[in-house]
């Protein structure tokens, strides 16, 4: 059996906080602690109270630092590394000149698993702890990440891609193939480690009805399975998609007749939703997946975060990088950018909610939460240490600072990597673990 016990100011959601003054909502010790055995949390608390109960444990000491949850990015592709900052083009173009090329690479799986290592090293490195992430089309990329994963014992979501149209030659699978391997990556992979498989068609207009169906029966047959793709990101596409179903009443209706809505799939984007999509989405309890550097960065659109909040039949939503239309690795990053998305729509994200929304927010929206997300008992101990003076610039702000809540406005508004301290995944000091940290 192994025992750590951390000390720090420790952090974490008992619920969606209201606004920024919904301490209520959150469990914060000043002097806390956690204690880690076997890779769980196996109880959380005041120091004093947690160091008597065993008092044998060997401490960590992360004071004056912020221990809370790992992050949870709900969108990234892990085959973009080499694709982010690629300048000068909206959705559709993007795809073609930049990013199909580049994926095409990935039928070469020793560059699969070179990319897979140097990505959740990267993750590490900004504190997300879980991803749910698309692969290249090729099965070879999937396992490659998986088998990366479980190296390292981190949950995460992925799927290789389906798409069978609208891409080079390299890049299409059939419906069979797709199926095929498919069933083969979730016989061999779901479930294995903390690795859970995703049904993965990439979206609409790069798969046929008949991939579409394949995806349909996939689910039917794993209904406990995610399914990610993307929705209403760009017009052009909204207009292309449309061309392709000319029978669908709008785009989240071509999902919605073959099956894919529900409580565990994943929508990235949903920026420009009709009040009939966004109904579908609610009433389904589908998630759409806000990803606001990638929608700045492309010029996509202003995700309605607070409407589709608010509205009477509210819209899940979680949060993402979607690395490389995304621009940065860090949930830091990308909750600033949310905050100022969210702002130029007029209204305001509260850094309680934005870090509510980064941890058990996201774990919620991904049906994870009964292992990820907070830091109760029989949790996971997937955790992220978060430095407030990280940079000189941060620490004469910190001198201004009073609250909780300004302290993390701070984190999200001017941290990034420099800012996490450490990261744990299941227990184990992942981030000080690698090689150039
Ligand atoms: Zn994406």
């Known amino acids: 059996m192994t025992r750590t016990l951390l000390r720090g100011r420790t952090l974490s959601f008992t619920r969606r906080p209201e606004d920024v003054d919904d301490l209520a909502a959150c469990r914060f010790e000043e002097d806390g602690g956690i204690l880690i055995e076997n890779g769980k949390i196996k109880a959380a608390g005041g120091f004093a109270e947690i160091v008597a109960a065993a008092p044998d444990a060997p401490v960590i000491d992360h004071r004056p630092h912020l221990i809370m949850p790992g992050f949870i990015d709900a969108h990234a592709h892990f085959v973009q590394m080499q694709v982010l900052a690629s300048f000068g083009t909206e959705l559709l173009d993007w795809l073609n000149r930049y990013t199909f090329p580049e994926e095409t690479r990935f039928q070469d799986a020793q560059h699969g ?38 190296a390292r014992n981190m949950l995460i979501i992925a ?191 509260d850094p309680l909610g934005s870090f509510w929304q980064l941890t058990r927010g996201n774990a919620e929206a991904l049906s994870i939460a009964d292992r990820v997300g907070t830091l109760e008992a029989g949790r996971d101990a997937d955790l992220v240490v978060l430095d407030a003076n990280a940079t000189p610039a941060m620490k004469v702000r910190m001198e201004r600072i009073a609250t909780l809540a300004e302290e993390l406005f701070l984190l999200q508004t001017a941290g990034d990597d420099r800012a996490v301290a450490e990261t744990y995944v299941a227990g184990r000091a992942a981030k000080s673990a690698l090689t150039d940290a």
């Open 113 to 150: 698993r070179r990319i897979a290592r140097l990505f959740l090293d990267e993750l590490i490195r900004q504190g997300t702890t879980t991803v749910a992430a698309y692969c290249s089309v090729h099965k070879s990329s999937a396992e490659a990440l998986f088998a990366e994963a479980e």
């Open 159 to 349: 799927g290789k891609v389906m798409m069978d149209r609208n891409a080079p030659q390299a890049l299409r699978d059939t419906p069979q193939s797709s199926y095929d391997d498919t069933e083969a990556l979730i016989a061999e992979w779901h479930g294995r480690g903390r690795g859970l498989y995703a049904v993965t068609p990439r979206f609409a207009i790069t798969s046929s009805p008949e991939q579409m169906e394949i995806a349909q029966a996939l689910m039917r047959a794993h209904p406990d399975l995610h399914m990610q793709t993307h929705l209403s990101e760009n017009h052009a596409e909204i207009a292309f998609t449309q061309e392709l179903y000319p029978w669908a009443r709008d785009y989240t209706d071509v999902y919605e007749r073959y099956g894919l809505l529900g409580p565990k799939s994943l929508f990235g984007h949903c920026i420009h939703l009709s009040a009939r999509e966004a109904d579908a989405l609610s009433s389904s309890r589908s998630v759409a997946v806000f990803c606001p550097t990638s929608n700045l960065f492309l010029g996509s659109g202003l995700y309605p975060y607070q409407e589709m909040r608010r509205r009477a039949h509210p819209v899940r939503t979680a949060t993402a990088t979607d690395v490389g239309g995304g621009t940065n690795y860090s949930m830091l990053r990308t909750m600033d950018e949310a905050y100022k998305v969210i702002a130029l729509r007029g209204e305001k994200l």
